[in-house]
């Protein structure tokens, strides 16, 4: 009946990990394990929904389209509107860097 | 821009404490800060909404109007439907309980 954010986390791999924690029309909620992963260079995440993320292990550094940087460790957390060209320009190479991100309407 | 989820703790205080992260029409996401406290005794929760909850700090039991019972440490999540009927029965003590909760449709 529980599980365990820190439990069942990938072996090193090319991509970013997502996996869905919970689901309904106007909320998803997953985990991201990252390590050493940015977003695509080729361009900005920009979401149809708002997501509010939170860095639960390890650091990140999210950039945005009119300059902001960010760094977010551990319990640091962020509001990302809909729409907001946004991506992640950094995580910390030799660990995982594990996110929560809820997505919402 | 940013804020951390372990800063601004309260004091000790008599009640739980809950402070809103993020809100919109069909979720809400919340923080709540126990130390010691349990649900009141006189009742349970039967909440309208789904809850999705993780301990990120500290350990609490949850348990069920069947009898279940739920002990719940750093990175552990739940998902609760709505009006499944339960309460928290223990959290530790001696330290903050961090939890996030995520209240959806």
Chains 1, 2 share one sequence.
Do not use: C
């Not at 708002?50 to 760094?71: A, I, M, N, S, Y």
Request: hydrophobic share 35%; aromatic share 10%; proline share 6%.
């Amino acid at each position: 009946m529980t599980a365990n954010l820190f439990n069942n986390l990938p072996e090193p791999v090319q991509e970013e990990w997502f996996n869905t924690l919970a689901e309904a029309e106007h909320v998803t909620v997953e985990r991201i394990v990252s390590r050493g992963h940015t977003s695509p260079a080729s361009g900005w995440y920009d979401q149809s929904r708002h997501e509010w993320v939170v860095v639960l292990k390890g650091r990140g550094v999210v950039t945005f389209e009119d300059g902001e940087e960010v760094t977010l460790g551990p319990g640091d957390h962020l509001s990302i509107p809909a729409h907001t060209r946004h991506r992640v320009a950094w995580t910390v190479p030799d660990e995982d860097t594990v996110w929560l991100a809820v997505h919402y309407d």
